[in-house]
């Protein structure tokens, strides 16, 4: 038996991938969710919207729901991504 290990990290040129700057805060930001569309996001999510919203100002929450939980987002789903400030992606199971 032969035992094969991967390697997870990206094949080609990982290292000119950057982590994007942290927002100095998130008052008055438009923040996208990306859900999986698993039943268990809705409350998460929900909760986590008022927090957004209430302790930090947020001036806009979009909400996005993927058409299939085990497949990349749909780009039509991110249309208006230029205006948004931060992109949360969660899964719920």
Known sequence: MTIEFL???HENHSGEFALAPRL???NRAVIAIVSNGKKNTIPFFDAFERELREAHSVAEVVRITKFNYSTPVDQSLLTDAERWNAL???IGD
């Open 7 to 9: 390697d997870p990290t």
């Open 24 to 26: 100095a805060t998130l």
């Open 88 to 90: 949360i992606a969660g």
